[in-house]
């Protein structure tokens, strides 16, 4: 489980003071898959990145109950001069995982040939999202958070990201950012709507993108 409890994060600008999230309490339950839909810049990767631990709010606090997963489609926690390997074999140390196995399974899904042994310098963003999305499955994570990836790769990849969803939504919170409403509707059950800050959730995936319509609409 992961509480928000009054989350702030404000940006600081040449403009003045940027609210992107605004004193946000919320709880997203164990095993549930909740989308998240909001315009560009409405703070969207910026939640999953304070979830995740990656960005720390301004205020208030996150509680997380179990392991979360890094935002899977933002690669700021690779260095770019290691290889995909030393990555992987650096991040499995971290989560204290068998260091052969996480290499050997995320080398395998993410399906990047010969430049798993090269520096991620070298790497397209959709490699880096191919190689991020199998390290992430590579470990037993308690809530996976997704930022706009499931469209990497061609039908197989896709597919195959499909089903490494389903299994691991039986046991695990799966947190999703995505433009795509055909993505929330397949992997969601709840969903969430951004917007100046708050953070608004539905029960239904159906009214949330209905209301997220009508905003983009006004």
């Known amino acids: 489980m992961i509480d ?18 605004d004193d946000i309490c919320t709880r997203f339950p164990p095993q549930e898959s909740i989308g998240i839909l909001g315009r560009n810049g409405a703070g969207k990767s910026t939640l999953l990145r304070i979830i995740g631990g990656a960005e720390m709010p301004t205020s208030g606090e996150v509680i997380r109950r179990g392991r979360v997963s890094w935002p899977i489609g933002f ?8 290889t995909g390997e030393e990555n992987c074999r ?41 190689l991020a999305f199998g390290l992430s499955m ?6 996976y958070l997704v930022d706009e990836i499931t469209a990497v790769g061609d039908a197989a990849f896709r597919a195959k990201c499909a089903e490494a969803f389903a299994e691991r939504q039986q046991r695990s919170t799966l947190i999703m950012v995505s433009h795509d409403m055909n993505t929330i509707i397949q992997y969601c059950r709840r969903c969430c709507l951004m917007n100046r800050g708050v953070l608004e959730m539905f029960d239904s995936v159906d009214d949330a993108i209905e209301a997220y319509e009508r905003r983009l609409a006004a």
Do not use: C, Q
Not at 103 to 112: G, L, M, N, Q
């Open 90 to 130: 650096f991040v499995a140390r971290i989560y204290d995982e068998d260091v052969d196995y996480v290499v050997d399974y995320t080398r395998d899904f993410a399906e990047i040939g010969d430049y798993f042994f090269m520096p991620m310098r070298t790497y397209s963003s959709g490699m880096r999202a191919r």
């Open 75 to 82: 690669g700021g926690g690779f260095n770019g001069s290691l």
């Open 138 to 143: 590579a470990i037993d994570f308690d809530g």
């Open 4 to 21: 928000l409890r009054h989350v702030t994060k404000i940006y600081r600008t040449t403009m003045g003071s940027n609210v992107v999230l």
